[in-house]
């Protein structure tokens, strides 16, 4: 076992205890963990796992197995792989279990994501402080009146009663919890889409002939691409996305801030769900006679030549059943239009079939 005592850390299974390695004796075959609160804690080597230090995010030390927390509050274990300069991040449920493996970065890409994340602990530490409760559940199913009925009795390991409403759902999850699980994400799956489609046609339904309704003001190019960048993180993440941002710095836009951020999500949002995953987003910004030119371009499965007259028309799919699939409206591209109409701007497509998508918006600086 090689261990620099100045960059390593370990965690001792047998204590629980997380820190800084300040010793090692190879004949007694125990390591020195010093804690948080200063503390020496001496255990055995067998007992150890060594948590290399990676880097930092900001000023903020990182560990191999650290969890992150991104600002939608999704969680990520962050795994240092063997060639010691690629990490993994892996998606967490509740109970911090790996539930998805997600994007790929370099150890030094890893203070890039300071904007996004924040550091929640390590792994081994938040995973002994987890609070569990042990249920021992019985479950009665009797036939009555043509029906099947359930009764729940329900007691923990005290054998204290537990809330009727975790018998229900814990006993829910045992009896059908594949078709439970599937009923549970389609309705889940309609509320995104019907929420989505109301805050569109709230958008929409805004009268851009009265001017006071279109809050205009001098807007921070790049601040407002962060912003972008930061809300549709989880799913750049989720989809492995390389994004490729080349802008002015700094470069200013004038216009309505709340639209403008609307305008670009949509557009962003729309290029990284029709790209495969693990493929390339790019976002590239230029001047010319006071006009700022913003191009999101896209590597992926393209637009058919008949479809691209039709695509900013309100409730228009290229293929109906490929986008309610990924969660479209049919509303995205038209609202995307009137942003810009009423910031009396352009926007331009140009597509082909399995190569991409380019969409160039122009706006005043």
């Known amino acids: ?50 948590l290399a230090k990676i880097g930092y995010i900001g000023e903020i030390g990182i560990i191999n197995h650290d969890v992150l927390q991104t600002l939608d509050g999704k969680q990520y274990e962050i795994e240092l792989q063997e060639d010691g ?7 967490l449920n509740n109970k911090l279990e790996r539930i ?26 938040l995973q002994f402080n987890v609070k569990t ?32 409403i975790k018998v229900v759902f814990i006993g829910s999850q045992l009896l059908e919890e594949e078709e439970y699980k599937r009923v549970l994400h389609t309705v889940l799956e309609e509320v995104i889409y019907l929420s989505d489609m109301v805050e569109k046609f709230l958008y929409l339904s805004r009268d851009t002939s009265n001017s006071n309704q279109i809050k205009r003001k001098t807007v921070d190019g790049v601040f407002l691409l962060q912003y972008v960048r930061n809300h549709l993180l989880p799913l750049i993440i989720k989809k492995q996305i390389k994004l490729n941002i080349q802008t002015l710095d700094p470069f200013t836009l004038y216009g309505d801030e709340d639209l403008l951020r609307r305008l670009f999500i949509n557009l962003m949002e729309n290029a990284i769900k029709y790209t495969p995953a693990g493929g390339i987003v790019e976002i590239k910004v230029c001047s010319k006679k006071e006009i700022i030119y913003i191009e999101i371009i896209d590597h992926g499965i393209g637009i058919p030549p008949e479809h691209l007259p039709f695509i900013f028309q309100r409730f228009y799919r290229v293929d109906d059943s490929r986008s309610r699939s990924q969660g479209g409206t049919g509303l995205g591209l038209s ?21 991409g998508t380019r969409m160039i918006v122009g706006l005043a600086c």
Request: aromatic share 8%; charged share 30%.
């Open 100 to 125: 998805e493996a997600g994007a790929f970065l370099k150890v030094s890409e890893l203070n890039e994501l300071k904007p996004y994340v924040e550091l929640v602990g390590n792994i081994y530490e």
């Open 1 to 50: 076992m090689k261990i620099n005592q100045l960059n390593e850390f370990a965690y001792d299974k047998e204590s629980k205890v997380i820190g800084g390695v300040a010793g090692i004796d190879f004949i007694k075959q125990t390591l020195t963990i010093l804690t948080d609160d200063d503390d020496l804690v001496v255990a055995k080597l067998s007992d150890v796992e060594i």
């Open 335 to 355: 609202l995307c239009k009137w942003i810009v109409e009423a910031h009396k701007g352009t926007i331009e497509v140009h597509s082909e079939p399995d190569e």
């Open 85 to 91: 300069v690629t990490l993994q991040m892996h998606l």
């Open 133 to 164: 409760v042990d249920f021992n559940i019985t479950i009665v199913r009797s036939f009555l009146g043509g029906e099947y009925r359930y009764h729940y009795a329900c007691n923990n390991k005290d054998n204290e009663e537990v809330d009727l």
